[in-house]
């Protein structure tokens, strides 16, 4: 005798919301531990999403506004950013704190220049609850969602600025003890880093920091950030700029044939190097002094990137690579690990 299978029907005992955007749909499930889980689908099946699904705390109305603004290719990387330790918050715990102390940062003025929709800046404003922190932005749809943000937070150590201009700094807004780039060199247009970077060394204080981090490194085989595409950091621009438009696989193929150059590096096609920041920060009576991190068991940049961007199960590749990295320094000086993690003190001329 057979005996029939019972029929198990799923029920689905948590609630589903759908946020609707032009580019797509956000699957938002309540979660038995008060979080949601995020899935982001995309209308067009070929559209690149950064990440697919996250968890997460915020509410509704602040998933739709980061939506709306960030569209669905980016909205679970967004979210992440701020919410994910193991993102930007464990970058900016290891490419800061591998320099300085925590409490030096205590009661000082920071300025996250480049806060985009306010991940840096909240991340920033939990690690240092008695700093004052200044985030100033391009975007003003970005702005917004970084107000929405530090709003929910109920963050009150926090001011956000609009930026006027791509080349400059908001009229009287003051001197800074710390400068964090956190994602945003890599942004910036050739003449915005000849001319703002300067700006941002003139009002970091004397022994203050300027800190680089999460930048693509220009020496590196591949370029990570934007196309994915090997060798074209070392392409000229014409070259770079052709291989974006057709390459139909991988990040590149989000680019349409008719990108502009200037699109590209507002995009960071370009990342940066050291010697190339370095020639940004000068002043008659004050020279930047370059350090390597010296905390946390680190001893410069290749162990920091070690260290951020090892997953679990891919140890032993990564490990040779930080080796060559490592030997590739100690014979040419040259650093060719993929991603920045920079930190320049401002100490007065000696003559
Ligand atoms: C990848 S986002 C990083 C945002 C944020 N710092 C974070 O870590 O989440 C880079 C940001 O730099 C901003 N940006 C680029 N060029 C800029 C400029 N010249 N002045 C001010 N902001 C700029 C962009 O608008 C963008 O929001």
């Given amino acids: 005798v057979r005996v029939p299978t019972p029929q198990v029907r799923e029920v689905n005992a948590f609630v589903t919301t759908v946020l609707e955007h032009p580019t797509g749909k956000a699957l938002v499930t309540e979660l038995a531990d008060g979080r949601k889980r995020l899935q982001a689908i995309p209308t067009n099946r070929n559209l690149f999403v950064q990440r697919t699904t996250c968890k997460t705390r915020y509410p509704l109305d602040l998933i739709q506004t980061i939506l709306d603004v960030k569209e669905i290719g980016s909205l679970c990387d967004e979210i992440s950013r701020d919410e994910d330790p193991t993102y930007v918050q464990r970058d900016l715990e290891l490419g800061l704190l591998s320099y300085v102390s925590a409490s030096a940062f205590e009661g000082k003025r920071i300025l996250d220049f480049g806060c985009g929709s306010g991940a840096s ?13 200044v985030g100033t932005e391009l975007s003003k749809e970005f702005l917004a969602v970084a107000r929405q943000r530090l709003q929910y937070y109920g963050l009150s150590n926090v001011n956000l600025s609009h930026s006027p201009s791509g080349t400059d700094l908001q009229e009287g807004i003051g001197a800074f003890d710390f400068i964090i780039l ?3 060199f890599e942004h910036l247009l050739p003449q915005e880093r000849e001319i703002l970077v300067p700006k941002l060394w003139s009002v970091l204080k004397e022994d203050g920091y300027l800190f680089i981090n999460q930048t693509p490194n220009r020496l590196w085989l591949i370029e990570n950030h934007t196309t994915g595409l090997p060798l074209l950091n070392y392409a000229p621009n014409w070259l770079a700029l052709e291989a974006a438009r057709r390459c139909r696989f991988g990040p590149a193929k989000r680019y349409s044939p008719d990108s502009s150059w200037e699109f590209l590096l507002r995009e960071g096609i370009r990342g940066g190097t050291k010697d190339e920041i ?11 002094v370059s350090l390597e991190p010296c905390r946390l068991g680190f001893r410069d940049n290749i162990d920091l990137w070690y260290s951020s961007s090892v997953p679990r199960g891919k140890r032993p590749v990564k490990a040779i690579m930080k080796g060559v990295y490592k030997a590739i320094k100690k014979a040419t000086n040259l650093d060719l690990s993929p991603w920045l993690t920079l930190a320049f003190k401002k100490a007065r001329t000696t003559r």
């Fill in 121 to 133: 800046t909240s991340v920033l404003a939990r690690m240092f609850p008695e700093s004052h922190i």
């Fill in 182 to 184: 956190s994602a945003v």
């Fill in 278 to 288: 370095l020639t940004y920060l000068t002043n008659d009576s004050y020279s930047p």
